[in-house]
């Protein structure tokens, strides 16, 4: 029993470093983040400040949502309810799976919502798409293998999305359209081909 909570405290302890690393890489990105006191779906909302080039008393704040989730291991894997997973692109949330292994440097992977969606086949039935939604549960799996990152198997690179910040996408973003660094692939195994930075 004593091993079981242990584990328990453990695994929260490491969740929560996860989403101080995100918070920490916001931070320095020129976000403001903070965690609702609530769990309302999201770990963590951060705030941009725009100033106006013109007028600085006029101060616009655009809002991020983001749900971490992190692991110890070299794959994060768990099932999640369609619906639920539909709501990363339609409440426009942003997906971090942190890698953070013992001696390792941590990593964190950005899923962007629109991205998100595009992991989906855009909605189509493909049975190619790395992340399926045609049954009532997703499954969520993403790997590391040295230095490179995958999602549902070694044919899906998604390595270029490691620690991309800037690529966050805000709560009034379309999620119906593409993102500019990603595009559909002709190979039959390979669904999405990410720009390289």
């Known amino acids: 029993m004593l091993d079981q909570n242990n ?5 929260l302890y490491m969740a929560k470093a996860g989403e101080c690393l995100v918070a920490a890489h916001l931070l320095r990105h020129g976000f403001n983040p903070s965690a ?13 400040v725009l100033y106006p080039k ?7 704040q655009i809002q991020y949502n983001f749900q971490v989730k992190t692991t110890v291991r070299n ?13 990363f692109w339609t ?8 890698f953070w292994s013992e001696g390792l440097e941590p990593a964190v992977l950005v899923l962007p919502p629109r991205l998100i969606n595009m992991l989906t086949s855009g909605g189509f039935r493909d049975p190619n798409a790395p992340l399926t939604t045609t049954t009532d549960s997703v499954s969520l799996r993403f790997m ?12 899906n690179e998604i390595t270029p999305m490691i620690n991309r910040f ?14 500019e660094y990603a ?8 669904l999405v081909i990410i720009d390289q930075e």
């Open 7 to 11: 584990e328990k405290r453990n695994n």
């Open 36 to 48: 609702p006191l609530v769990d309302i779906g999201v770990d963590l909302i951060a705030y941009r």
């Open 54 to 60: 013109v007028d600085i008393d006029q101060v616009d």
């Open 75 to 87: 794959e994060y894997k768990v099932p999640m309810p369609t619906n639920k997973f539909k709501e």
């Open 91 to 98: 409440n426009a949330i942003n997906l971090m799976i942190v």
């Open 144 to 155: 590391r293998k040295e230095n490179l990152y995958y999602v549902r198997n070694l044919h």
């Open 166 to 179: 800037d690529l966050v996408e805000s709560i009034d973003i379309d999620t119906n359209s593409l993102p």
């Open 183 to 190: 595009c559909w692939s002709d190979d039959e195994k390979t």
